[in-house]
């Protein structure tokens, strides 16, 4: 009896254990801290995943979860979850929209060797740190950046007779005529230039490209008041007149070198129906991805009264309602070795922001991102001015634009093309005001 009872025992502990294990193994697994991560460009997922690895490994009681979005739903859940405490704990944040999260306290300033690190010129470029800091505090690492830069057909060049890319603003435009295709009809069957022709803020940007290269400033510069914008507009009106000429002309009669009919900006490069386009480090991807059969070159932007490339910047932040800060700023630091960086390089093609790590193999390999990644003397670096009223503004500027490049009748026509100048002043004026922002 008592050999059948232990008998018995023993496969009830037998049956239970793979129970009690697992029970353990939930139990253990419950306790772990959660980490959230959230990234608005899906194609910079690798360096996050590889320092995941990494992270668990070494901090064992804490679990990464990584949600990728499109950049839209990105930049809606996070206006929508920060404010609740819902959002991640470390969050990637473009230029622009950096203000709003600032102004609502819903980021955690660093730690003081991290901001050592943003704040040393050696390391940080300061034309990308500055958007990121408030009160002598700094609440994010400046992550990676896509530069604007020039994309020439190589083939279509030695067509034309050209042996190099356009070096001034006056050249580019004479090299878009040389280069335009017309068939028998005398319609355009390859455009010279590309042009972003619709689209609210990516036409208004793209218009900015040259605007800033001869005026030597942005459309909307910080005002003297942190946070407030002036509009420059109307004090440089010859420059902005004949920068909006400049396209106008150029999409109309015997001058035109693009048409609205032609696949526009990189899937008309990518396809060979362009010749030349204006666009920042990404295209080198998406180039080489959609037309494997065009060979081309990359060059800095045409000079003007300056010559300067436009970025778009992408920071690392914490939430300031993480319970995990510490935590997220150690995975930060991870994200910031020269491995990580490597291959976020590799895999997104954005340029890593660290001026301390070496990306010279890379460059040796991939001539293309040369013009995308060096320094050049004299070549500023410049981003658009953060404000809280960013996508309004340069949403109707858009309009107003596209508006503009239909009209024939401004063809030549300064004192036309003066009155939608002063019209885009206006309306940026009335919309900065409108938010509080407008400088005195």
Same mark, same amino acid.
């Given at each position: 009896?008592?050999?059948?009872?232990?008998?018995?025992?023993?496969?009830?502990?037998?049956?239970?254990?793979?129970?009690?294990?697992?029970?353990?193994?939930?139990?253990?697994?419950?306790?772990?801290?959660?980490?959230?991560?959230?990234?608005?460009?899906?194609?910079?997922?690798?360096?996050?995943?590889?320092?995941?690895?990494?992270?668990?490994?070494?901090?064992?009681?804490?679990?990464?979860?990584?949600?990728?979005?499109?950049?839209?739903?990105?930049?809606?859940?996070?206006?929508?979850?920060?404010?609740?405490?819902?959002?991640?704990?470390?969050?990637?944040?473009?230029?622009?929209?950096?203000?709003?999260?600032?102004?609502?306290?819903?980021?955690?300033?660093?730690?003081?060797?991290?901001?050592?690190?943003?704040?040393?010129?050696?390391?940080?470029?300061?034309?990308?740190?500055?958007?990121?800091?408030?009160?002598?505090?700094?609440?994010?690492?400046?992550?990676?950046?896509?530069?604007?830069?020039?994309?020439?057909?190589?083939?279509?060049?030695?067509?034309?007779?050209?042996?190099?890319?356009?070096?001034?603003?006056?050249?580019?435009?004479?090299?878009?005529?040389? &280069?335009?295709?017309?068939?028998?009809?005398?319609?355009?069957?390859?455009?010279?230039?590309?042009?972003?022709?619709?689209?609210?803020?990516?036409?208004?940007?793209?218009?900015?490209?040259?605007?800033?290269?001869?005026?030597?400033?942005?459309?909307?510069?910080?005002?003297?008041?942190?946070?407030?914008?002036?509009?420059?507009?109307?004090?440089?009106?010859?420059?902005?007149?004949?920068?909006?000429?400049?396209?106008?002309?150029?999409?109309?009669?015997?001058?035109?070198?693009?048409?609205?009919?032609?696949?526009?900006?990189?899937?008309?490069?990518?396809?060979?129906?362009?010749?030349?386009?204006?666009?920042?480090?990404?295209?080198?991807?998406?180039?080489?991805?959609?037309?494997?059969?065009?060979?081309?070159?990359?060059?800095?932007?045409?000079?003007?009264?300056?010559?300067?490339?436009?970025?778009?910047?992408?920071?690392?932040?914490?939430?300031?309602?993480?319970?995990?800060?510490?935590?997220?700023?150690?995975?930060?630091?991870?994200?910031?070795?020269?491995?990580?960086?490597? &291959?976020?390089?590799?895999?997104?093609?954005?340029?890593? &922001?660290?001026?301390?790590?070496?990306?010279?193999?890379?460059?040796?390999?991939?001539?293309?991102?040369?013009?995308?990644?060096?320094?050049?003397?004299?070549?500023?670096?410049?981003?658009?001015?953060?404000?809280?009223?960013?996508?309004?503004?340069?949403?109707?500027?858009?309009?107003?634009?596209?508006?503009?490049?239909?009209?024939?009748?401004?063809?030549?026509?300064?004192?036309?093309?003066?009155?939608?100048?002063?019209?885009?002043?206006?309306?940026?004026?009335?919309?900065?005001?409108?938010?509080?922002?407008?400088?005195?």
């Amino acid at each position: 009896m008592i050999k059948f009872s232990n008998t018995i025992r023993q496969l009830t502990v037998s049956a239970l254990f793979p129970m009690i294990i697992f029970m353990l193994l939930i139990s253990q697994a419950a306790a772990k801290e959660k980490i959230s991560i959230w990234l608005g460009y899906g194609e910079t997922l690798a360096p996050f995943e590889m320092v995941k690895d990494k992270f668990e490994k070494k901090y064992p009681n804490y679990e990464v979860n990584i949600l990728t979005f499109s950049l839209r739903d990105f930049e809606s859940k996070l206006a929508s979850s920060m404010p609740t405490g819902a959002g991640p704990d470390l969050l990637t944040l473009h230029d622009f929209i950096i203000p709003k999260y600032l102004d609502e306290g819903l980021l955690e300033p660093m730690p003081k060797d991290l901001t050592a690190i943003v704040n040393d010129p050696a390391k940080m470029n300061p034309t990308y740190t500055n958007i990121i800091a408030r009160e002598g505090k700094v609440y994010g690492v400046p992550y990676w950046t896509g530069r604007s830069a020039i994309f020439y057909n190589l083939d279509h060049f030695k067509e034309a007779g050209l042996t190099s890319p356009p070096d001034t603003i006056e050249e580019f435009w004479e090299y878009a005529e040389k &280069l335009t295709k017309k068939d028998a009809n005398g319609d355009i069957e390859r455009a010279g230039m590309t042009m972003r022709l619709t689209g609210p803020s990516g036409g208004t940007q793209k218009f900015g490209y040259l605007y800033y290269q001869m005026a030597g400033m942005q459309m909307l510069e910080p005002g003297k008041k942190v946070g407030t914008i002036r509009v420059t507009l109307k004090e440089n009106m010859d420059i902005a007149v004949q920068a909006l000429l400049d396209r106008i002309n150029h999409l109309h009669g015997e001058r035109k070198v693009d048409d609205w009919k032609l696949k526009h900006d990189a899937q008309g490069f990518a396809s060979g129906t362009a010749a030349m386009l204006l666009r920042e480090t990404w295209a080198i991807a998406f180039i080489k991805k959609n037309g494997p059969k065009i060979k081309f070159g990359t060059a800095l932007m045409p000079k003007g009264k300056i010559r300067g490339a436009f970025n778009y910047i992408e920071v690392l932040s914490v939430s300031s309602m993480s319970k995990s800060k510490e935590k997220v700023w150690e995975f930060i630091r991870m994200l910031q070795e020269q491995k990580a960086l490597a &291959l976020l390089l590799k895999e997104s093609g954005y340029s890593p &922001l660290r001026l301390d790590r070496d990306f010279s193999a890379f460059l040796k390999e991939n001539p293309l991102y040369k013009a995308v990644m060096e320094d050049v003397a004299g070549y500023s670096q410049y981003i658009e001015a953060p404000n809280t009223a960013y996508k309004e503004v340069t949403t109707r500027f858009g309009e107003v634009l596209q508006d503009a490049y239909r009209d024939s009748s401004l063809v030549n026509n300064k004192e036309g093309v003066k009155s939608v100048i002063l019209k885009l002043q206006k309306t940026a004026e009335e919309i900065l005001d409108d938010s509080g922002i407008l400088s005195e």
